[in-house]
């Protein structure tokens, strides 16, 4: 079942690439956004464009490449069964998706605009926290079962 956490990290890569776009262009290094909505400049030029002192797309250049670090090697065989691992990919990503969550409500209902580049952000996290969710339960289940074989 390695594939689920070859899967986040394939996944994470998408959104470091994305959210480094995006922070790419908070910092002026790259003009006008190339988007498929009229709402990217507007969402990126907002006052929530910035959290704690830091652009939005810096947190997701941060969490998307932990993500893919501790994916990339919790996909090695010698971490196959790491709760740890698992544990870890959960937490962020639950809190990667939570905190999208909220972005998105910003953007419906405060800012009446939507980004583009931030909808397929929110996908791949999504996705990235029902994968880790689906991960922490296999090792769950294989727990179940060793402990039924240990007779424990």
Known sequence: ???????????ALGGLLISTY???HRLGVVGRLVCAVEGCEVVQTSPYAVFLSV???GWGVAGYALILVI???GAQPSLA???????SLAVLGGAGFAFS????ALEIFVINAICFWCVISYLLISAIFVLAALDLRRLARLG?????FSGT
């Open 101 to 104: 969550g909220y972005l998105t």
């Open 1 to 11: 079942m390695m594939w689920l956490r070859k899967a986040i990290a394939f996944l």
């Open 71 to 73: 994916a990339a090697a």
């Open 22 to 24: 995006l922070l790419l």
């Open 81 to 87: 069964e790491s709760r740890g691992v698992a544990g």
């Open 144 to 148: 179940r079962r060793v402990a039924t």
């Open 55 to 57: 652009p939005v797309a």
